[in-house]
């Protein structure tokens, strides 16, 4: 080893003292060094010719370490052509090396004596080859990679002032292809120690991000990017795959994609951690495991969902947050009310509803024989209405009876849980037992002593009659004397009478289950002996005089009153002419029997209306409870109502603020001429006025859950998806009644529905001056008047055409709150923006998570021509369909903003834009400190960062999702 020097004062401030940390090197993370003089032990065994020229040389180091280094200082002779050349470097792949020499160079003009042609610059180069043991290359093989200078040259000075010039310099090959590379440098007469050589390529280093795992890569040649595909960490999955850039200088760059916890799992910075016992994790979107619900629990780890409680349950569609459930207790207070061969049943809803907020009602009817013990099921002739199971109101008609019968009803509260629970129904069970009356007489003969009567038998008897049994008596003289006489046929002739005197006859009919009741009373009397008999005795009279005859005859004087006596105190309007002349073109014929609403405007006396249409109340009856709300006349209360015989009441209560002008007395008034037209069970029901004495009060069936906007909002991704369309169903079902009775509506909006502890919802707000004044929507139009902008038809907008088919827009529109939980209508676009945008073929596209059919649905309501929307009618039976096939709602529709690609883009461009434009502005703060500062940057935000951020509502996390997946779809573009 030769350790010889021709400068020995000068080697060592070629080799100053390295400190340790030199020594050991500690080397970036990202660099993988492939050699170091440094650490080389022993010679490096490089190739150095001619034999004059570079000289190894072994120094130590402070710690007595000894290092190898290279040497020449041949300065003093002049055409100096000296190499070394390394060994092979095997480049492992890498097609970029970099190398880095640190050497000190002497200052020429510092040499004292040394001629001209001294340097202080040196050569360096590098041979590929795929050979490991090359002995020889020639100089013209190498290519040359740089001529080196010193930025650090040494003087005489330095030398007596023993100061350091360590330079570094740092250079690199790219484009590596073989098997590795030998290096040489030329020097060609100057004085340079080569301290040490370090060659080293860079990779990126292993990392984790968004749960994906990156592997060590190593960096393109050229300063190309390496996409590198990451795999999820344990216990987590793909939300999108997850990639990244290996740069150049080896740093990772765009992170696209990532992996989310699987269910049971929840995040902790770089991996997935079990959900501890207690609570659980259902879903791999959702960011965190949360505490089981009331009523379940897990005890293992790792849940993806917690089971139920004993006596609990959770349906299939119930989502994994909510409350495991139980069936509902029985049905109270059952009242029938029996009408020859019908019943109407009541009952009020069970005490215990399970938890849910659907529980309906089934009929199981059963007819029973004899004492009542042998009981079988009713025939499919008795019917149901509405209908026999699925009820969701507590009330039901039953026609179509046997007459003379027992029947027992047994009503059973359903819940989505009830087919789940292995204890038996609550019922409640009703028995009625129906009449069988003979009730029509058809004929009667008279004589003076005998009297001739024909009947028909009941309707629906009970069974094969048997006999008919005529009783008759003088009249007054029951007590007394009253004859029986039988017969299988229908008619008789009851003789030895006494002339000139009243009978009253009845009829009853046997069958093999017994006799059934008597029909009405008839009084019929005898000629008198010195007079004919009124007709003679072969004339026939056809007579209605059976009470069943009476009543459809009173049933029938009645309808007459209702349907012409209104003629005469006013006359009958509608509310639009043109929707008139529109139902004749149309050729849509009103239904004989079905009512035509009217106006209360088309009274003189607009107080005659309300006394027409709604019951004066006492309001000694009233119970006033608490304030619930405002209304445009004054406050809103709830209370209860107890009316003489009959059950108390939950009841809504308006009332007229004082200081009132006789026009808002009219006005709020008017609203109950106009609900006491309505009985439907989706039309909130008129209990009646109080208008005698002050304050003037509306009084309204109560609604428990209030209005239907903001009892979505409350209750946001609580329903399952039949839930919601049994509401829209129920909405329907009402504005096809109000259609049918030609009434427009004009403001169906969710904030005028109210829905009560069904979930029944039920349409409200007829006021007349509601469109005008009360609806904080309403805004003014160019035509004046103010309209509700983002609820109506575009030809109500323009022209003021409103008509039903104007409603079915607004319902169209009413399916979407509902369906996105009381989102507002085209977010925070303003009207203007609104009216134009539904101009250029805009409409609102699904919201999250709605089934494709009943998008479609809305997308017909809201045809540009009002003559293509669905009728109601159309609306109901379509809902009605769904319902009875859920299936058809399982696909949803893909949520995109545009429905339309001419549609105008979103005008934002601040992230504080954009939220205040999707109604989420209450995050602002935390978008911004959490770094997302521009629309680029929230691209790729997930669930989990969201939830980091303290956006931890599910339903909101959805809502921004979505409305990111919407800005993609607008083609905005991550800037690299
Ligand atoms: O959303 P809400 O609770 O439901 O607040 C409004 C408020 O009164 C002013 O209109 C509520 N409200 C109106 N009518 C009824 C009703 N019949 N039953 C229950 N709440 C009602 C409405």
Not at 560 to 569: E, P
Not at 593 to 614: K, L, M
Request: proline share 5%.
């Amino acid at each position: 080893m030769a350790t010889l020097w021709i400068y020995p004062s000068l080697l060592f401030f070629l080799f100053p003292s390295l400190t340790p940390s030199q020594a050991l090197r500690n080397y970036p993370e990202n660099e993988v060094t492939l050699l170091d003089t440094m650490s080389a032990l022993g010679d490096l065994g490089w190739e150095a010719y001619p034999a004059e020229g570079w000289e190894e040389i072994s120094v130590m180091d402070e710690r007595n370490t000894p290092m190898r280094s290279y040497q020449v200082c041949n300065v003093m002779e002049a055409s100096q052509n000296n190499w070394f050349r390394t060994r092979h470097i095997a480049r492992e792949g890498a097609q970029r090396v970099y190398i880095e020499i640190k050497f000190t160079l002497r200052d020429c003009n510092s040499l004292p004596g040394v001629p001209g042609t001294c340097k202080e610059t040196f050569n360096m180069y590098y041979y590929e080859s795929n050979n490991p043991n090359l002995w020889f290359i020639k100089e013209s093989q190498y290519i040359k990679i740089d001529t080196i200078a010193a930025d650090e040259s040494f003087t005489q000075t330095d030398v007596g002032d023993r100061v350091m010039r360590l330079n570094t310099e740092i250079r690199d090959i790219n484009n590596l292809s073989k098997k590795g590379f030998y290096l040489a440098f030329q020097d060609v007469g100057a004085c340079i120690a080569l301290v040490s050589l370090r060659v080293f390529y860079k990779k990126c280093p292993l990392a984790v991000l968004n749960l994906a795992q990156f592997p060590d890569t190593v960096t393109g040649g050229d300063s190309a990017l390496v996409e590198v595909r990451g795999s999820c960490v344990n216990d987590s999955e793909e939300f999108e795959a997850p990639r990244m850039y290996c740069s150049g200088d080896g740093g990772w760059l765009v992170p696209i994609g990532r992996c989310v916890c699987k269910p049971g799992f929840e995040e902790n910075k770089d991996y997935c951690q079990a959900c501890r016992p207690g609570t659980y994790k259902a879903s791999s979107m959702d960011a965190y495991c949360s505490k089981c619900p009331p009523h379940s629990f897990s005890h293992q780890e790792k849940a993806s969902e917690c089971s139920c409680e004993k006596g609990f349950y959770r349906a299939d569609m119930d989502p994994r947050s909510m409350a495991c459930t139980r069936p509902p207790s029985a049905p109270e207070n059952p009242i029938s009310t029996l009408n020859d061969t019908s019943v109407t049943l009541e009952w009020s809803p069970p005490r215990d509803s399970g938890g849910r907020g659907d529980v309906t009602y089934s009929i199981h009817c059963r007819k029973c024989a004899g004492d009542g013990r042998i009981c079988s099921p009713c025939s499919n002739n008795v019917h149901f209405v509405p209908r026999q199971f699925g009820l969701s109101i507590p009330k039901v008609l039953i026609t179509d009876l046997l007459s003379n019968t027992n029947y027992t009803f047994s009503v059973e509260a359903v819940n989505g849980v009830s087919d789940l629970s292995p204890t038996p129904k609550q019922l409640v069970t009703v028995n009625i037992t129906t009449s069988q009356t003979v009730n029509v007489i058809l004929k009667e003969r008279k004589s003076k002593d005998s009297i001739t009567l024909a009947w028909q038998g009941p309707d629906r008897p009970n069974g094969v009659i048997v006999e008919y049994e005529v009783i008759y008596y003088e009249k007054n003289q029951r007590d007394q004397n009253y004859t029986v006489l039988k017969t299988k046929g229908h008619m008789m002739t009851v003789e030895g009478l006494k002339p000139g005197t009243t009978y009253v006859f009845r009829v009853r009919a046997r069958t093999d289950g017994g006799y059934g009741n008597y029909g009405g009373e008839i009084e019929l009397e005898t000629s008198h002996e010195d007079m004919l008999a009124i007709g003679g005795p072969n004339q026939s009279t056809i007579l209605a005089v059976s009470i069943a005859g009476g009543i459809v005859l009173l049933t029938f004087l009645v309808a007459c009153f209702v349907v012409s006596g209104r003629h005469c105190g006013y006359i009958k309007a509608k509310q639009d002419p043109d929707e008139e002349k529109m139902q004749f073109q149309n050729g849509r014929v009103k239904l004989p029997g079905s009512r035509t609403y009217i106006h209360p405007h088309t009274y003189e006396d607009p107080n005659q209306a309300v006394r027409d249409f709604a019951k004066e109340i006492d309001a000694s009856t009233i119970r006033i409870e608490r304030v619930i709300g405002a209304g445009e006349f004054g406050e809103v209360c709830s209370g209860r109502l107890k009316l003489p015989s009959k059950r108390e009441i939950y009841v809504a209560i308006k009332s007229l603020k004082a200081g009132y002008s006789e026009k808002q007395r009219r006005d709020f008034l008017s609203e109950a001429s106009i609900m006491g037209q309505f009985d439907h069970p989706n039309i909130i029901r008129l209990e009646g006025v109080v208008t005698r004495c002050k304050p003037v009060m509306i009084i309204t069936e109560y609604m428990e859950n209030g209005s239907l906007d903001t009892f979505l909002k409350k209750h946001d991704g609580q329903f399952t998806v039949i839930q919601l369309v049994g509401m829209m169903r129920g909405i329907a079902s009402g504005m096809k009644y109000l259609s049918d009775m030609s009434y427009v509506h004009r403001d169906l909006a969710a904030r005028n529905i109210l829905v009560n502890s069904n979930l029944v919802c039920k349409v409200s707000d007829f006021g007349l001056s509601r469109v005008l004044e009360d609806d904080p929507e309403a805004a003014y139009t160019t035509r004046g008047g103010k309209i509700p902008i983002r609820w109506t038809a575009p030809e109500a907008i323009a022209y003021r055409k409103f008509t039903s088919a104007s409603d079915v827009w607004s319902y169209g529109i009413v399916m979407w709150e509902v369906i996105s939980y009381g989102e507002r209508p085209y977010w925070e676009m303003s009207n203007q923006d609104v009216i134009k945008a539904i101009d250029e073929g805009y409409r609102l596209p699904a919201p999250m998570d709605c089934p494709v059919v009943l998008h479609q649905l809305m997308l017909d309501c809201w045809e540009k021509s009002r003559s293509e929307r669905p009728k109601f009618g159309q609306i109901v039976n379509t809902l009605d369909k769904l319902i009875r096939n859920p299936n058809s709602l399982k696909e949803l529709a893909n949520s995109s903003v545009w429905e339309d690609p001419t549609t105008p883009e979103f005008s934002v461009s601040t992230v504080d834009e954009w939220l205040d434009a999707i109604n989420m502005g209450q995050y602002k703060d935390n978008f911004a400190n959490a770094g997302y500062v521009s629309l680029d940057s929230i691209l790729y935000i997930s669930m989990c960062e969201l939830s980091k951020m303290d956006v931890t509502l599910v339903g909101h996390q959805k809502k921004i999702l979505s409305a990111v997946q919407s800005l993609h779809a607008q083609g905005t573009h991550v800037q690299v």
